[in-house]
């Protein structure tokens, strides 16, 4: 079954480009966004690869670690490894899983048959300290993640974990929010000082600081 937002993200033992993880001891205490790619030696997965590892410093000031995780064998990771850095950039700074038998995979639901052959889809899962999944994402193979868009939306759940707001169609860091539905108008008004109301269920606030 499909994981949920809210579900525990499955623990795994894993042989990656930096050694072998246990993926919750390797994460503990951070959020990590595990990202999954259908195969080495491809044009958009490449680029994919280069972009996140050109980003990682923005992921790594978030609290977040990043993984990638393909169905080849760690061999192939490892040779491909350098056209990544080619291509971006950047040398590749972040692990990619080994997943040849597919366990990890299949316990994200990360191989959707009625997709071609049985490399996974482009999946994202974002997940929280307490190994919680805050986000889930799948794009086509022949499709590019927007990494930048992944950055927003951890700025936006961890904006959201620790202010009552919520955030806006297409919101940006520092532009104004959505007072949250919990709070009352005049109550809101404490805390954040200037309410904008457009409609009762509808108020902004300028950018909260945390
Ligand atoms: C790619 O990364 O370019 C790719 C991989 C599998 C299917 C389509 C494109």
Same mark, same amino acid.
């Given at each position: 079954?499909?994981?949920?937002?809210?579900?525990?993200?499955?623990?795994?033992?894993?042989?990656?480009?930096?050694?072998?993880?246990?993926?919750?001891?390797?994460?503990?205490?951070?959020?990590?966004?595990?990202?999954?790619?259908?195969?080495?030696?491809?044009?958009?997965?490449?680029?994919?690869?280069?972009?996140?590892? +050109?980003? &990682?410093?923005?992921?790594?000031?978030?609290?977040?670690?990043?993984?990638?995780?393909?169905?080849?064998?760690?061999?192939?990771? +490892?040779?491909?490894?350098?056209?990544?850095?080619?291509?971006?950039?950047?040398?590749? &700074?972040?692990?990619?899983? /080994?997943?040849?038998?597919?366990?990890?995979?299949?316990?994200?639901?990360?191989?959707?048959?009625?997709?071609?052959?049985?490399?996974?889809?482009?999946?994202?899962?974002?997940?929280?300290?307490? &190994?919680?999944? #805050?986000?889930?994402?799948?794009?086509?193979?022949?499709?590019? #993640? &927007?990494?930048?868009?992944?950055?927003?939306?951890?700025?936006?759940? $961890?904006?959201?974990?620790?202010?009552?707001?919520?955030?806006?169609?297409?919101?940006?860091?520092?532009?104004?929010?959505?007072?949250?539905?919990?709070?009352?108008?005049? $109550? /809101?008004?404490?805390?954040?000082?200037?309410?904008?109301?457009?409609?009762?269920?509808?108020?902004?606030? /300028?950018?909260?600081?945390?």
């Amino acid at each position: 079954m499909a994981l949920k937002l809210g579900d525990t993200a499955p623990d795994f033992h894993a042989e990656t480009t930096d050694g072998p993880i246990d993926f919750h001891e390797w994460k503990k205490g951070s959020w990590a966004m595990l990202f999954s790619h259908p195969a080495d030696y491809t044009p958009v997965c490449t680029t994919e690869l280069g972009t996140t590892a +050109r980003l &990682n410093d923005d992921f790594i000031e978030r609290g977040v670690k990043t993984i990638a995780i393909s169905v080849d064998p760690i061999e192939d990771h +490892r040779g491909w490894a350098p056209d990544i850095g080619d291509v971006g950039g950047t040398d590749l &700074n972040f692990p990619i899983i /080994a997943d040849p038998d597919r366990t990890i995979s299949e316990a994200y639901d990360m191989i959707h048959p009625g997709e071609g052959d049985s490399s996974s889809v482009r999946s994202v899962f974002i997940i929280d300290p307490d &190994n919680k999944v #805050r986000l889930t994402l799948t794009y086509p193979k022949s499709v590019g #993640r &927007n990494f930048e868009e992944l950055l927003r939306v951890v700025d936006a759940i $961890q904006l959201t974990d620790l202010v009552p707001v919520a955030t806006p169609a297409d919101w940006k860091p520092g532009e104004k929010v959505i007072v949250s539905p919990t709070l009352s108008t005049d $109550q /809101a008004r404490e805390r954040f000082g200037d309410v904008k109301e457009i409609k009762p269920y509808l108020r902004y606030t /300028a950018a909260p600081t945390p």
